[in-house]
């Protein structure tokens, strides 16, 4: 056999081996074109390198990135297609790779053929032998531009408003610091008005009292218009320092409320009581009328609705030359929580030009601003009030007709307060389901008298003249008992002391008890009530706990001409009296010798027995020697000032602990009461004051304290 045939199978074989590769790499080079066909068509740059960095596949968008076609970059260098510092960059970033990491990713910047500058976010991949040796890299970078810039708008943007928040700190830290140096010149100016005020009220005290001290001796006619004179002039002077201290507090945004609990039938009654002997001098009828449904215990500044009110009274009772003035306080709207009331002050005075109401609020002007005008004032006094009342969450407004009165009302919104005021006592309960006569010829007097006894259950007769008391009484004899009768002191047809004759001499009301209305207290009334019959004095316009108590005491068989009542009143009818410990005993503490003599002289005159220390200290000492009903107690003095004499004294731990203080100070301004009562006073009195002031609130608080029981 030859060669030839002999080798003929092998060669079959490697023919058929030959065409099984050629089928595997015509397989492989499909797969192969397939794969590139796959990766060209991504649009992200996807290579692979050898470990010298040299190019051994690229796709089109890679050719695209680099400028070349894809034909030309198999076996080229990095370095050959990249700028030199992205190719520092993305050498140094492969060069980390190995086989325990094999993988890493960052960006960078890539500058285009055309010269434009794309981010690229790279994702490198180490291919690795058995051995670990890395073999090739596998790079896929995608353009990551627009996120870039994303972030980059978002970085200049926090960058600006950083910027923006650093400006507007800064800006605050300015404002800070010009509000610091405002608060600290408005609290220099607050000082200077604090200082100014209590310099100003000191020797005008002095002033005012002493003068209303001259007035009550004897003088002549000539002497009494000189003394009169010059305390008009010094009470003007004293009206004009309060009202340009408040709008100078307004305007300079200092004005402070209050939001604390009060009694509302108190306040309305202080205020009343305060004007009314300026309007009974002037022969006025003087009306308090609250309605039975207002709330008594509220949530509010009473320090302003006080001033509110006795600034609208004052000026009724000052435009009033005859005829009434009326205060009323009406609940407009009443809720769970707060009440809306409106107070009322109505007058039978000049009254208002229609054209000529619109001033009546603004600052500096009034209806007659003329020089030689009537009556004075700065024209403050509306418009305070005014602000007052909105900055109380209320409004103010004002009727008038000229030549028949005006009437201004104001409605303020007051929360009800958290511990409700017992109305009726159960001390007074002998009041309930009793009848009494009310002899008045004024009507709103009668209705305000019956007003203030309505939450007491009481049931009320009336009678405008004496003829129709006396023939009440007897139709009233077969089907009903009065418990009492009021007798206002002067009537239409007959004098109360006649009618209480004729009372006194029916077997019908021989024991009818008499109590005797009068107003405010004119000299010798009290001493002519009881020699007439009369069990109890009263003065118009009438409190509601003084007419109740006084009923009572009346009603339940206690003290007949010397009653709580009358003594409430005395001092007005005993001006002169000798000082009497009986009255009570009071340590009055003031270092400046003129208010020394004012005060004391007042309270003498009151009929009370009088001890002076010049400071705290001789207080304390006094104190320890002494009992006293009562420490009147000046604010500023030497060696112990009165906020320190009083804490001391309640720090003790018997009686004396109890005592009642009152300041008495030229501190005036909103939150020296508040100063004074949180150093443990029991109210607060402004110098200058008048007696009936001094008197009143000297009397609330003993009876307080139970001197008079």
């Not at 926090?158 to 923006?164: E, F, G, K, Q, V």
């Not at 009572?552 to 007005?572: D, K």
């Not at 200058?688 to 003993?702: D, H, K, M, N, T």
Request: charged fraction near 25%; aromatic fraction near 4%.
């Amino acid at each position: 056999m030859s060669s030839r045939t002999q080798a003929a199978p092998q060669v079959e074989r490697l023919q058929a081996e030959l065409e099984d590769l050629r089928r595997q790499l015509a397989d492989v080079t499909a797969r192969e074109s397939r794969y590139r066909a796959i990766v060209d068509e991504q649009a992200d740059s996807i290579f692979r390198t050898d470990a010298a960095r040299r190019l051994k596949f690229a796709n089109r968008a890679f050719a695209d990135d680099v400028g070349r076609r894809v034909s030309e970059l198999s076996g080229r260098g990095l370095d050959s297609l990249l700028g030199e510092a992205e190719y520092a960059e993305l050498n140094a970033q492969i060069s980390t790779l190995c086989a325990d990491a094999p993988v890493t990713v960052h960006d960078a910047e890539h500058t285009m053929p055309d010269g434009s500058v794309r981010w690229v976010q790279w994702t490198h991949s180490a291919v690795c032998d058995a051995r670990g040796v890395i073999e090739e890299v596998q790079s896929i970078g995608r353009d990551i531009t627009g996120r870039r810039r994303a972030e980059d708008e978002l970085q200049r943007t926090s960058r600006a408003m950083l910027a923006a928040l650093n400006a507007q700190v800064q800006m605050a830290a300015e404002l800070q610091a010009a509000r610091a140096r405002a608060e600290a010149a408005s609290d220099a100016k607050g000082v200077f008005l604090a200082n100014m005020s209590h310099e100003i009220r000191t020797p005008m005290n002095g002033i005012v009292g002493m003068t209303s001290l001259l007035v009550e001796t004897e003088l002549d006619d000539e002497q009494r218009e000189y003394a009169e004179t010059i305390r008009a002039s010094a009470e003007s002077l004293l009206a004009l320092l309060n009202d340009i201290l408040d709008f100078t507090k307004i305007e300079a945004g200092r004005l402070e409320l209050e939001s604390i609990d009060f009694e509302l039938r108190r306040v309305v009654d202080e205020v009343v009581g305060a004007q009314a002997p300026v309007a009974f001098e002037k022969h006025l009828e003087l009306t308090c009328l609250v309605h039975a449904n207002v709330p008594d215990a509220l949530c509010g500044d009473p320090g302003r609705l006080r001033q509110v009110l006795t600034n609208l009274l004052s000026n009724a009772i000052k435009f009033t030359s005859m005829g009434d003035v009326c205060v009323e306080v009406e609940c407009v709207h009443a809720g769970a929580e707060s009440s809306l009331l409106r107070f009322t002050v109505e007058d039978t005075g000049i009254g208002i030009p229609l054209d000529r109401i619109d001033r009546l609020f603004h600052v500096f002007s009034q209806v007659d601003a003329s020089t030689t005008r009537r009556f004075g004032g700065t024209g403050l006094g509306l418009a305070i009030c005014k602000r007052l009342v909105e900055r109380l969450g209320g409004s103010i407004g004002v009727d008038s007709v000229p030549d028949r009165g005006s009437r201004f009302s104001f409605t303020l919104p007051l929360r009800r307060a958290e511990h409700a005021v017992e109305l009726v006592p159960v001390s007074l309960s002998t009041l309930c389901g009793q009848t009494v006569l009310v002899i008045e010829p004024h009507e709103l007097t009668r209705t305000a008298i019956a007003q203030r006894l309505l939450p007491y259950k009481v049931e009320i007769c009336e009678a405008s003249s004496g003829s129709q008391a006396l023939a009440q009484v007897r139709d009233a004899a077969a089907t009903r008992t009065f418990a009492v009768a009021i007798i206002a002191l002067r009537l239409g047809d007959m004098s109360a002391e006649v009618l209480a004759a004729q009372l006194k001499n029916d077997p019908l009301s021989r024991d009818l008890p008499l109590v005797l209305l009068s107003g405010c207290g004119l000299r010798g009334d009290a001493a002519g009530a009881s020699d007439a019959g009369f069990a109890a004095y009263l003065t118009k316009p009438v409190r509601t706990g003084l007419l109740a108590e006084c009923l009572a005491r009346v009603i339940g068989g206690g003290e007949s001409t010397t009653s709580r009542s009358a003594i409430l009143t005395r001092h007005q009818l005993t001006a002169g009296a000798a000082p009497t410990s009986e009255r009570g005993r009071i340590l009055l503490v003031e270092d400046n010798p003129v208010n020394q003599k004012v005060a004391a002289r007042q309270l003498q005159r009151l009929g009370y027995d009088v001890e002076i220390a010049s400071n705290g200290r001789l207080a304390l000492d006094a104190l320890d020697e002494q009992r006293y009903d009562m420490v009147l107690m000046d604010c500023q003095m030497p060696v112990m000032d009165g906020y320190q004499a009083t804490s001391a004294i309640r720090a003790r731990h018997d009686d004396l602990a109890r005592i009642p203080i009152i300041a008495l100070t030229a501190n005036a301004l909103h939150g020296d009461r508040d100063q004074c009562l949180a150093a443990g006073m029991d109210d607060y009195l402004a110098k200058p004051f008048q007696s009936a002031a001094l008197a009143a609130i000297i009397e609330r608080w003993l009876l307080i304290r139970g001197r008079f029981t």
